[in-house]
């Protein structure tokens, strides 16, 4: 199956600290590349191999402390 590039809405990133956090767990999940975040935009963008890991992003993310 190809990556599909994926886009998630983010609420509750106020600094550089959040969005670099979030681009950090992101990271972290194997299968997710080319991670972006946009603090202005809220919004946390990345290539996901499957749409498990579209799910399994959103659960790090909200287990980070923010809201996708
Ligand atoms: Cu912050």
């Known amino acids: 199956m190809a ?3 994926i886009t998630l809405t983010v609420e509750g990133m106020s600094c550089g600290h959040c969005s670099g956090t979030v681009q950090r767990v992101l990271e972290e999940i194997d299968g997710i ?3 972006s975040v946009d ?3 809220k919004k946390a963008s ?3 191999d499957n749409s498990e890991l579209v ?4 659960k790090k993310i ?4 923010y809201k996708a």
Do not use: C, M, T
Request: charged content about 20%.
């Open 3 to 5: 990556s599909q590039k």
């Open 33 to 35: 590349s080319n991670v």
């Open 55 to 58: 799910d399994k992003a959103i």
């Open 46 to 48: 990345f290539n996901a």
């Open 39 to 41: 603090l202005n935009a």
């Open 62 to 65: 909200n287990e980070a402390g």
